[in-house]
């Protein structure tokens, strides 16, 4: 009897996790430049490949921002290719030993950083996350399954397909990184049972999906459900500052989960803010949709139920809404933000602090725009992605989140009595 194709790969993935968790850090880094200078020379096969993925994906329908996460230029392309290159400058956390105490009877106990063994990664249409999850999770020592939609999937194979070039060079096994051959949800549904060698899944894409992995795995899941990011405009705000973080927020990339959703203003400066906002959108061509108090600040505000606040746009749309106070704007932060990324522009120090105490989001911001609320941007090379549960990670997840603690117990013959 033949073993079913979602055991083979993750049987072969887990065989291949301990090929590579001992590696040492020069080695591994060797390994990623050649990943990267892999991308570089096959640039002109992935982008034919994108263009047709491209070319479908617009006969079938896809939305303005699942085409923009799908495409690739040469620039684009040169931004993975510097990403992986970005994770060989982040220092490895694999093996590295932390403090923690020395018992009374002399034994040393150590904290130990260790790869997770084999991550399966779920995502839909963007085709840098093969990159990004394959050098993350190779640096962190782990074996990665990539199971890509259907609109990115030659994109992500042609990227595959480079960085195995680079591990055959290395003489190392090419299910390091595997790309799941069909996008078809019935494999899916039996990978997500394989927990005997799958260490830990994280779905990238619509709430949909994010809903269907958790409902379905056998195996760990980070959850990101969304990306509901508001800007409070404090009654303390420098107003220009406000501006250009507004437009930066909303407009610099609309499809992404860190663009601005949703934006609240103190009473005290709406009279003076809006206007300006209202102005600026206008020429962006933002759609708004607003509270009444609001709405007679823009030409063709769309007044929508206080219920109806919340919404992930992804396009050139914003929520508005006019607060009267500082509590007010922190209630509705709770109740319509999805705990991804909330901003503050205030000068005064004691309110910016109370609002990153109490706003409970993976990242809480203060006068610099929502669209840094990213790995690469916050340090941490490529991101596999953010966090929204609260459990082993929380927000932008990195190198050292792809790793796990072990104890280490040194003794001299010590015995317990």
Not at 54 to 68: F, I, N, T, V
Not at 110 to 122: A, D, Q, T
Not at 223 to 233: A, D, I, P, S
Request: negative net charge.
């Amino acid at each position: 009897m033949s073993t079913p194709l979602a055991e083979q790969i993750s049987q072969r993935a887990a065989v291949a996790a301990r090929a590579i968790a001992t590696l040492s850090e020069a080695d591994k880094n060797t390994v990623l430049q050649r990943m990267a200078d892999a991308i570089r020379a096959n640039q002109t096969t992935i982008l034919e490949v994108n263009e047709r993925d491209m070319s479908a994906g617009r006969d079938k329908g896809l939305s303005d921002a699942m085409l923009d996460r799908l495409k690739l230029d040469p620039e684009r392309l040169e931004g993975i290719a510097s990403a992986i290159e970005e994770i060989i400058a982040l220092p490895d956390p694999v093996g590295e030993r932390l403090p923690f105490t020395t018992r009374p009877n002399g034994m040393v106990v150590e904290k130990m950083r260790i790869p997770l063994g084999v991550i399966c990664m779920i995502y839909e249409a963007r085709p840098n996350v093969t990159a990004d999850a394959g050098a993350l999770c190779f640096k962190s020592g782990n074996a990665v399954i990539l199971r890509c939609g259907r609109e990115a999937i030659e994109t992500s194979k042609a990227i595959a397909a480079a960085l195995h070039q680079a591990l055959r060079e290395s003489n190392l096994p090419e299910d390091v990184i595997t790309v799941v051959p069909t996008p078809d949800r019935d494999l899916l549904l039996e990978l997500l049972q394989q927990d005997q060698n799958i260490d830990l899944v994280i779905p990238r894409g619509g709430e949909g999906l994010i809903h269907f992995v958790s409902d379905n795995s056998k195996i760990p899941v980070i959850q990101h459900y969304k990306g509901v990011c508001h800007l409070y405009v404090d009654k303390d705000a420098d107003l220009d500052k406000a501006l250009a973080l507004l437009l930066n927020g909303k407009t610099q990339r609309t499809g992404v989960c860190n663009a601005l959703e949703g934006l609240l203003v103190h009473q005290a400066v709406a009279a003076k803010f809006l206007p300006m906002a209202a102005a600026a959108l206008a020429e962006k061509q933002v759609v708004i949709h607003s509270d009444q108090a609001s709405a007679n600040y823009f030409a063709d505000a769309d007044v929508i139920a206080d219920d109806a606040f919340g919404q992930e746009y992804l396009a050139l749309e914003l929520a508005v809404r006019t607060v009267p106070d500082f509590a007010a704007a922190i209630e509705h932060i709770q109740q319509f933000g999805s705990g991804h990324t909330e901003v503050i522009v205030t000068e005064n120090q004691d309110t910016a602090e109370q609002f990153i105490r109490t706003v409970d989001s993976a990242v809480t911001m203060h006068n610099t725009s929502s669209r840094f609320s990213d790995g690469g941007q916050l340090g941490l090379g490529a991101e596999i992605g953010i966090s929204t549960s609260k459990l082993h990670a929380y927000g932008p997840m990195g190198l050292q989140s792809l790793t796990t603690e072990k104890f280490v117990v040194t003794g001299t013959g010590q015995i317990r009595e």
